[in-house]
């Protein structure tokens, strides 16, 4: 590689680049955003949804008065999504695939924003292997298949990048850069709470740049009122912070959960990636300290570990940490890989094995993300089969209610309502849609026995979770005390489907 080559590789966030070649990286970001999206959406409608996704898409088709009812009790943090949810389901419907899409647009458009920023003091090259990167990171391919709202915080979090990348490339920059820093800011707090750690993350970048100290003050104004114009969700955090209290009770940080779970999925993925980070990570240093400041890799190292070393820090006394909570921080490790292979590049075949060596293993991963049972083991799509295949009109079921409301069986009845059609739903209390929380609720056996509820019915279904290997047995004594009698029983992957019978 030549001298001047290298130099451009390794220009600093103000190094011109003339306005000529915005345009063919422009179309490299399109290029690598529309393929990290179609990375993520095949094979996105095979594993069943789970309990998360749940939440989302019982909220999404709920009435929207009922969904304003709701987040004044449970999931304020998430109401951005929802009703971004609610009208999408409104035009395509519920089932996982769509639901799912849109994350993997997400995806699509972190990549292409990570493309754009490499690419802006960087070759095209270079700014395509990040994006590369991006599209196939396992943690973003987790979340591109998933009805959550992580790879919108992804997403979010490099726009809000690019806008600072933009400010500092500039001498003076306009009042408007700084407005868009504000709002890209503002709409991540409202999609995710703690993405307004970036604050942070941007206020020590600018302070190691002695070219940008001078933006500290419209930088902490243009936070600030981010921050109020986020103070609704904010403040609703604050009052719900109790929805989150069972992370208490989970150990979370662990060296495996940090360094393999949040963002690399896999051992022999997170050995590639961390490798191409330490050695990104070496070369910033050998450079020295005088490109420290406006270098590419310090922005995507305190955006790495800033945010989630904060999180995990208080996490112990707070329990306001989670693997998935890093998904915002994960562009910045495709970043630093991206960088590592950089230093690579003065072997070009050594690099180009090492990228194909990292797409390598990412295709287990991708794989293993996309088979029937990987969403939390969920197989609410093998229940819907069941019933569907075996009941008859008239049948009434039962759905185990002993499992905390994620992992409760009749959220595949919630999700899939026609599978169950023609079904007595004998224990319904109080649908989804009526309730202050985003789940049902159900009488017990006995209460809903006293309500006539099994008047007339001679045959019962029961879906059980399975704990340890084996089915629980909520409710089978009280059906067995109305003269019920088992005889049948379908075991599936975590769940097992019983019929109960009465001569």
């Not at 910033?284 to 999180?311: F, K, N, Q, T, Y």
Request: aromatic share 10%; net charge neutral.
């Amino acid at each position: 590689m030549t001298a001047v080559a290298e130099r451009v590789l390794q220009a600093p966030l103000r190094s011109p680049r003339p306005v000529g070649a915005l345009r063919p990286l422009a179309w490299t970001a399109v290029l690598v955003g529309l393929f990290a999206t179609a990375v993520s959406v095949a094979g996105s409608w095979i594993p069943s949804l789970w309990g998360d996704e749940a939440a989302s898409v019982l909220s999404a088709l709920r009435p929207p008065e009922s969904l304003v009812a709701m987040l004044a009790h449970v999931d304020a943090v998430h109401g951005a999504y929802y009703f971004f949810l609610q009208g999408w389901v409104g035009v395509f419907g519920a089932e996982p695939f769509t639901v799912r899409f849109p994350s993997a647009v997400a995806v699509g458009v972190a990549a292409g924003a990570v493309t754009w920023l490499c690419g802006r003091f960087g070759s095209l090259r270079f700014a395509a292997v990040a994006g590369l990167f991006v599209a196939i990171l396992p943690r973003m391919t987790y979340a591109g298949e998933e009805a959550r709202a992580y790879a919108f915080d992804a997403a979010i979090a490099a726009l809000l990048c690019v806008v600072v990348v933009e400010i500092m490339r500039q001498d003076a920059p306009s009042r408007r850069w700084w407005i868009a820093y504000g709002v890209v800011l503002a709409a991540g707090i409202y999609t995710f709470l703690y993405l307004g750690l970036m604050i942070a993350v941007v206020g020590v970048v600018l302070a190691l740049d002695p070219r940008s100290r001078s933006q500290l003050r419209r930088w902490a104004i243009a936070s600030g009122i981010a921050i109020v114009a986020a103070s609704p969700v904010i403040v609703l955090a604050l009052m719900q912070r109790q929805q989150i209290a069972f992370l208490e009770h989970r150990d979370r940080v662990t060296p495996t959960t940090v360094l393999v779970g949040m963002w690399f999925g896999a051992l022999p993925f997170a050995i590639i990636a961390w490798a191409l980070i330490v050695i990104a990570i070496v070369g910033l240093a050998r450079r020295g300290r005088r490109r420290v400041g406006g270098s590419l890799e310090i922005l995507a190292v305190l955006w790495l570990i800033l945010p989630m070393g904060l999180l995990i820090a208080v996490g112990p006394i707070t329990a306001i940490y989670t693997p998935r909570y890093g998904t915002f921080s994960a562009p910045a490790a495709a970043i630093l890989m991206a960088c590592g292979v950089r230093e690579l590049a003065r072997n070009r075949w050594a690099a180009a094995l090492v990228v194909a060596a990292t797409v390598a293993l990412a295709v287990p991963v991708w794989a293993g993300q996309r088979e029937p049972f990987a969403k939390n083991k969920s197989d609410w799509n093998e229940i819907a089969a069941t019933i569907d295949a075996h009941a008859r009109p008239g049948d009434a079921i039962v759905f185990d209610d002993s499992v905390r409301p994620s992992r409760r069986p009749r959220l595949a009845l919630d999700t899939d309502p026609d599978a169950f059609r023609g079904l007595t739903d004998a224990t319904l209390k109080t649908p989804y849609s009526d309730s202050s929380s985003w789940h049902s609720s159900d009488y017990s056996v006995a209460e809903a026995a006293e309500l006539g509820r099994f008047t007339g019915v001679d045959r019962v279904w029961v879906v059980e979770y399975m704990t340890k290997g084996e089915p629980n047995s909520y409710g089978i004594a009280d059906l067995e005390a109305l003269g019920y009698q088992q005889t049948d029983e379908v075991q599936l992957h975590s769940t097992t489907v019983l019929l109960f019978t009465r001569p």
